[in-house]
């Protein structure tokens, strides 16, 4: 199939009925660059300055689709206008034309152009100037530059202009959306965060008051369900303290990445006796020195879901919580009594495990956990590289 022309510009068109107007004008005023007498003019019939005229205007209407096109038929034209009469409007049309080549051609057209014309303009002085030995040939040149050389040049500075804004208003566009998916991965960093810190904080204390409140309602000892009214309350108050917590991360906006107050394995030991008191029988073997306070924070929350998991799931018998800092990781391992189809004592919502895995890979670290052996177990590996020892 023949490729369609381009639909031209409107304004193209202005330029094309403008120019052919205002040559028709010139001509019939009868103004002329060139005498009858000149010998450069070989068709001398009255109306041969209207045909290359008529032809450039023809031209204008390709000079944003098809500009090559465009400027060899004006070329051609204003080769034909040299002999005859000429008109004005015949050049000053063809200056448009080659304009446009530059500005709307493709980039090889706009780098070969100007430098193509550059070496005519000074071929057109020097030459006729050297053959002739005549000073005045160097206007041949002079012309050459102002038809040819200097539209070019023009065109070439306008669409470097124009080329540079579009760089830079597509360096601006990338630059905001590069910053908008950086606000958005932060937003979404920091909602998970909270999550986690939300799940980890309450659901140690909610789980305890599920299952306390479960044993006070079914049984019916005045001393049992007392002890399970104290347990909830003490995990209620300590539930009520992490939210307050957690309230205050959230309106400080100080930017902090962990607040100042968050927990570390010094607080273990408190962590399992609350476990303890909460019915759990547990094992705690601690073997670490001083570690980073990401990797802290990271093996409190994996020990404390696991004794909420535990609480939750585990079957009789003993957890046992073993941490041991070797070759510059920290390795977690929890194990308590697994017995498949057991019905929770109290509802989860699986988050639990996922949130431990996050933390896990947010330090670089491995994350297991499952059945095996009559046994659930949490493996955790944190390597020691992130941040001071706590």
């Known amino acids: 199939m023949p490729l369609a022309l381009p639909r031209p510009h409107r304004d193209d068109w202005r330029i094309a009925v403008g120019g052919l107007l205002g040559g028709v004008l010139l001509w019939g005023l009868g103004i002329h660059p060139r005498l009858g007498t000149d010998p450069l003019v070989l068709w001398h019939a009255p109306w041969a300055p209207l045909v290359p005229m008529a032809v450039t205007a023809a031209c204008e209407p390709l000079r944003r689709g098809r500009p090559r096109l465009g400027l060899l038929i004006g070329t051609a034209a204003l080769v034909l206008d040299t002999v005859t009469l000429g008109s004005v409007v015949t050049v000053v049309l063809y200056t448009d034309l080659m304009y446009a080549a530059v500005l709307y051609g493709t980039p090889a057209a706009a780098r070969r152009i100007p430098w193509v014309t550059g070496m005519l303009t000074v071929l057109g002085g020097v030459v006729p100037a050297a053959l002739w030995r005549d000073p005045q040939a160097l206007l041949i040149g002079v012309g050459v530059g102002v038809v040819a050389f200097g539209p070019a040049a023009t065109g070439a500075l306008v669409r470097n202009h124009r080329d540079a804004a579009e760089a830079a208003r597509l360096r601006a566009e990338q630059t905001a959306l590069l910053a908008e998916m950086d606000r958005t991965q932060a937003v979404i960093a920091e909602r998970a965060r909270m999550a986690r810190e939300l799940h980890d904080m309450v659901a140690n204390h909610l789980s305890a008051i599920a299952i306390h409140s479960t044993a006070a309602l079914s049984i019916g000892d005045p001393r049992t369900s007392g002890e399970a009214l104290a347990v909830i309350r003490e995990n209620s108050v300590a539930g009520l303290a992490e939210m307050r917590r957690l309230i205050g991360i959230l309106r400080d906006g100080s930017g902090d990445l962990e607040p100042a107050a968050s927990p570390t394995l010094d607080g273990l030991d408190a962590l399992v006796d609350g476990a303890r008191a909460n019915g759990l029988d547990v094992t705690f073997d601690a073997g670490h020195g001083p570690v980073p306070t990401p990797v802290g924070l990271a093996a409190y929350r994996i020990v404390q879901e696991s004794l909420t998991n535990a609480m939750k799931h585990a079957a009789k018998g003993c957890v046992h919580i073993a941490l041991r800092q070797a070759d510059g990781t920290l390795g977690i391992r929890v194990t308590s009594p697994y017995r498949p189809g057991d019905t929770p004592r109290a ?44």
């Open 347 to 390: 509802p989860g919502s699986g988050a639990g495990l996922a949130g431990m895995r996050e933390r896990a890979a947010l330090l670089g670290g491995t994350f297991e956990a499952g059945p095996g052996d009559a046994l659930w177990t949490v493996h955790a590996t944190l390597p020691l590289t992130e941040g001071e020892p706590a």
